[in-house]
Structure formats: structure tokens, C-alpha cells
């Protein structure tokens, strides 16, 4: 049972044009707590023609929604934000309990999502065109930015407020209406952060979540004329998936997708920094997230220092439920996730990894995994080539620079990547060496509102965060006037 402040924020129903709604066909999916395996409650398994009506009524809403004003639009946004802020608690709660990350985690995830909508509400006034010089003396050339119109929001579990609010701050600002797709493994906080929008003045129809069973909601989504826009988080295969799905209506798209981030130390770096960076970087968030240390390189002058300090370090961490005092590492989502740890684990010890600490589920049971580091690490191993998406730090050890930066930049995704030295020189060229859309250079935290959040090669293309993330909701028009008179 949640414990909530205000018990109205926990909804068992989607919400379309302002009401919440159950499903026409009474099926429903459960939601189950990973740190309990028990069952939270349900959410609606929607209709065809459900998910058509969202559709249908954002159509609707958005010719309301983009007339506006900018300064009305960004008034709405950030009623909503202080709303969130002063129900924090209530939204923590509810996202520890169905995602299973730690409450202290959880609340700094409240925080940094509520950090775009007043962002994004800043922004909403600073959709700026521009004016051209004309190539004639009667001319006059300018652009103007417009709202793209319907969007898709397509979110993950492993962030259900932090990767959804990177979505629909910015295609509420830009003047766009939405339908959001939580995942079905963690529907709750969606659904108490979009009560809130509704709270703050979001009209009807702008801002609908529908909920049910995810191939048939994309296959709407995706094929759908009136959506112009799809913006998804996920992994690759699905990305690949959507990609072409969206091409028979020419859909623009935002696709941030799965990652395999190298950490490189060279033997010049503060230790200790770059051990606290390591474990800001992989075991946050149970290393459950898409910029975590995949692949984490040491120069030889410095590897058995490093893994010493760590193995310390990781030793301090524990496992439990995200409610419990102390805990610091979650369960993993669901046991498909475990299966795939386990055998990264096993594959690289069959390989010649040793494992120095963890290596093993926790006690506890369930979804439940021991912190692991695992030193010998070589790229015939899976956690080299796949992203291991656990609590499971692989270590290699490397000699020079030009031989890291190759190793590094083996691999076809190309989201996040992270540096520790003090040679500026080298952090210079290895940046720039890095086939990466981010680089972290001496710090393990890269993602803010105010930065351009996003990836290259099969980790996709667009950006959430900063002017960037804006414009990735908005038309750009040209407009030509002549015969003007002098």
C-alpha cells in the first residue's frame, strides 16, 4: 500500500481529453513492485479505437494549444512545475514503488524532470526566427518557427519521469499536443505527473497517456497521418523498428537509444575522483541507465590502484528495497534483466575475467543482484560488445592513448563517453577522438536541462535538453516578400 500525501496523485485509468478513462473492453495489466514482485495495482489495456481518439483529440487541441500566446503557454508550464515540486514526496513515492530505484534517487529524479519544465517554460519565449538579407532591393527574407503539430512521446521504465519530461516540456512549448506512451512496467508516475499538468491549466486534449499493450499503441501511433513528430527512448532494436514503421508517413523523429560507454582513466587522473565518477556513472540507478560505464579502460600505470579502490568503494554499497534506510542499489526491473547480468558475467569469467567483488544474486532473492566488479576484462567478452544494463563494472586494462581511443570507439553505438586525466591537452584530443555525442571529461554527471542530450551512430539522432531539445518540436518557415516599393 502507498503511502501518499495526496492519494488522488495514484490513477488506475488513462487520461484523454481531460477525463480519465477506463478501457471499453475491461482488460487491464497488472504493474508489479520489483523490489516485492508484488502487484501495485493496474492500468487499462486500451482499445483500437481508443487509441484513435487520442489521436483525434489532440488533433483537436492543437489548433487551440499553438494560438496561445507563448507567454500564456509558459505561465501554464511553470504552475505545473511548482506543483511538482510541492508534491515531490507523493511522486518519489510512487516511482520507487513500481521502478524499484532508491527513494533518495527516486526525489532527485522528481527534481531534475521538474528542472525542463521550467526550462522549457523559459524557452517557450524564445522560439526566435530570423531575418535574411534578400539578394534583391524589393525583397524582404525571413523565417518564422511553428509547432510541428501532434506528437508521439514513446518513454521508457527506467526513468518514468526523468526521460518522459525530457519529451513534453519542450513540445508544449514549442505549441504542440501530445500522446504519451509510458511503459507498462511503470504507467504510475506518468499518470501523477500528467494530473499536475492538468492541475496547473494544460486545456483538454493537449497532454492524453494511453496505456495497454505496446505493439498495437505503436502501430497506431506510428502510422497514424495526423502524428508528426515521434519521440522515443528505448533500445536500438526497437529504434530500428520504429524507424521504419514512421517512413510511410515521413514522420520527423527523436530516437535515443542504447549505449555502450566507454570510461577511460588514464594514469595522469585524480583516483579517487575518477572511483567516485565510476560510481556516480555505473552503479547509479542499479546501472540501469542508457549513459552508464559499459567499458571501463585503465592504463596500466594505475590498474591496480584503481581496482583496489573500487572494489572499497563498491564494498560500502547496499542492496535493498529503495524504501529501506541506506540502500543505495535496487532490484533489477524484472527477471529477464537479471538473466541477462548472470550471463555476462558468466561469459566473461569462461573468458578469463576475475570477478574481485559480487558476481552473484544478493540474498535478498527476487530481482535482487550483488554489485560486481570484474577485473581482465577483453573485448571478446558479450559486456564489451552489449550493453550489460546492471550493477557490473568490467575492467580493461589498456597502455596508450591511441590504442584506448580505438577500443573506445569499437563498437556501433555512440551515446556517452567519459574521460579522467589532468593533461587538458589530452582531454582535447581524445574528446574530440571519441565517436560519441556526449563526452563527461573528469565528472560522471553530463545530463542537465541545459545541455543537448543525445547520441550518434545506432544510439540515434536529436536532441532533449537545452534551444536544441525545442527544436526538435518546431517547423521552420521561410518567407519571401517582394515588389516592395521603395
Same mark, same amino acid.
Given at each position: 500500500m502507498l503511502v501518499l500525501a495526496d492519494k488522488t496523485l495514484l490513477h488506475s485509468q488513462a487520461f484523454i481529453n481531460g477525463d480519465w478513462l477506463c478501457n471499453s473492453n475491461n482488460k487491464s495489466i497488472d504493474v508489479l513492485n520489483p523490489a516485492t514482485q508484488s502487484t501495485i495495482g493496474n492500468v487499462p489495456e486500451l482499445s483500437f479505437d481508443e487509441i484513435n481518439y487520442a489521436v483525434e483529440v489532440s488533433s483537436n487541441a492543437f489548433l487551440y494549444w499553438r494560438a496561445l500566446t507563448s507567454k500564456e503557454r509558459s505561465e501554464i508550464m511553470f504552475k505545473w512545475y511548482e506543483m511538482v515540486l510541492k508534491n515531490k514526496d507523493d511522486l518519489a513515492t510512487i516511482l520507487t514503488t513500481e521502478q524499484g530505484k532508491p527513494i533518495h534517487e527516486a526525489k532527485g529524479e522528481i527534481e531534475y524532470?521538474?528542472?525542463?519544465?521550467?526550462?522549457?517554460?523559459?524557452?517557450?519565449?524564445?522560439?526566435?526566427?530570423?531575418?535574411?538579407?534578400?539578394?534583391?532591393?524589393?525583397?524582404?527574407?525571413?523565417?518564422?518557427?511553428?509547432?510541428?503539430?501532434?506528437?508521439?512521446?514513446?518513454?521508457?521504465?527506467?526513468?518514468?519521469?526523468?526521460?518522459?519530461?525530457?519529451?513534453?516540456?519542450?513540445?508544449?512549448?514549442?505549441?504542440?499536443?501530445?500522446?504519451?506512451?509510458?511503459?507498462?512496467?511503470?504507467?504510475?508516475?506518468?499518470?501523477?505527473?500528467?494530473?499536475?499538468?492538468?492541475?496547473?491549466?494544460?486545456?483538454?486534449?493537449?497532454?492524453?497517456?494511453?496505456?495497454?499493450?505496446? $505493439?498495437?499503441?505503436?502501430?497506431?501511433?506510428?502510422?497514424?497521418?495526423?502524428?508528426?513528430?515521434?519521440?522515443?527512448?528505448? $533500445?536500438?532494436?526497437?529504434?530500428?523498428?520504429?524507424?521504419?514503421?514512421?517512413?510511410?508517413?515521413?514522420?520527423?523523429?527523436?530516437?535515443?537509444?542504447?549505449?555502450?560507454?566507454?570510461?577511460?582513466?588514464?594514469?595522469?587522473?585524480?583516483?579517487?575522483?575518477?572511483?567516485?565518477?565510476?560510481?556516480?556513472?555505473?552503479?547509479?540507478?542499479?546501472?540501469?541507465?542508457?549513459?552508464?560505464?559499459?567499458?571501463?579502460?585503465?592504463?596500466?600505470?594505475?590498474?591496480?590502484?584503481?581496482?583496489?579502490?573500487?572494489?572499497?568503494?563498491?564494498?560500502?554499497?547496499?542492496?535493498?528495497?529503495?524504501?529501506?534506510?541506506?540502500?543505495?542499489?535496487?532490484?533489477?526491473?524484472?527477471?529477464?534483466?537479471?538473466?541477462?547480468?548472470?550471463?555476462?558475467?558468466?561469459?566473461?569469467?569462461s573468458k578469463g575475467a576475475h570477478v574481485l567483488i559480487g558476481g552473484t544474486r544478493h540474498n535478498l532473492g527476487g530481482t535482487f543482484y550483488n554489485p560486481t566488479v570484474i577485473s581482465d576484462a577483453n573485448e571478446s567478452m558479450l559486456c564489451f560488445h552489449e550493453e550489460t544494463f546492471g550493477p557490473v563494472a568490467p575492467l580493461y586494462k589498456f597502455t596508450n592513448e591511441v590504442d584506448v581511443i580505438k577500443l573506445a570507439n569499437k563498437t556501433p553505438y555512440g551515446l556517452a563517453s567519459y574521460i579522467y586525466s589532468s593533461d587538458v591537452n589530452r582531454i582535447f584530443r581524445v574528446s574530440e577522438a571519441l565517436e560519441y555525442g556526449m563526452v563527461g571529461c573528469n565528472t560522471g554527471a553530463i545530463s542537465s536541462a541545459n545541455v543537448p542530450f543525445g547520441g550518434i551512430k545506432e544510439s540515434g539522432f536529436g536532441k532533449e535538453g537545452s534551444y536544441h531539445g525545442i527544436d526538435e518540436y518546431m517547423n521552420i518557415k521561410y518567407i519571401c516578400i517582394g515588389n516592395i516599393k521603395e
Open positions: 524532470s521538474a528542472s525542463f519544465i521550467r526550462w522549457y517554460s523559459e524557452e517557450a519565449k524564445r522560439t526566435y526566427g530570423d531575418t535574411i538579407p534578400a539578394v534583391a532591393n524589393d525583397q524582404r527574407v525571413f523565417t518564422i518557427k511553428e509547432p510541428i503539430g501532434v506528437c508521439a512521446a514513446l518513454a521508457p521504465w527506467n526513468f518514468p519521469a526523468g526521460a518522459l519530461l525530457k519529451k513534453i516540456p519542450p513540445a508544449l512549448a514549442a505549441g504542440c499536443t501530445l500522446v504519451v506512451k509510458p511503459s507498462i512496467q511503470t504507467p504510475f508516475t506518468a499518470l501523477a505527473f500528467v494530473d499536475l499538468a492538468h492541475r496547473a491549466g494544460i486545456p483538454a486534449g493537449v497532454l492524453n497517456i494511453v496505456t495497454g499493450n505496446s $505493439s498495437q499503441i505503436a502501430n497506431v501511433l506510428l502510422n497514424h497521418p495526423a502524428i508528426k513528430k515521434v519521440s522515443f527512448t528505448g $533500445s536500438t532494436d526497437v529504434g530500428r523498428s520504429i524507424y521504419k514503421q514512421s517512413a510511410e508517413t515521413i514522420k520527423k523523429l527523436s530516437l535515443e537509444l542504447g549505449g555502450n560507454a566507454p570510461f577511460i582513466i588514464f594514469n595522469d587522473a585524480d583516483i579517487d575522483a575518477a572511483v567516485e565518477g565510476t560510481m556516480l556513472s555505473k552503479f547509479r540507478h542499479t546501472g540501469q541507465t542508457c549513459i552508464c560505464a559499459n567499458r571501463i579502460f585503465v592504463q596500466d600505470g594505475i590498474y591496480d590502484q584503481y581496482c583496489e579502490k573500487l572494489v572499497k568503494a563498491v564494498e560500502k554499497l547496499k542492496v535493498g528495497n529503495g524504501f529501506d534506510e541506506g540502500v543505495s542499489q535496487g532490484p533489477l526491473i524484472d527477471y529477464s534483466a537479471l538473466e541477462k547480468v548472470e550471463n555476462h558475467v558468466k561469459d566473461a569469467i
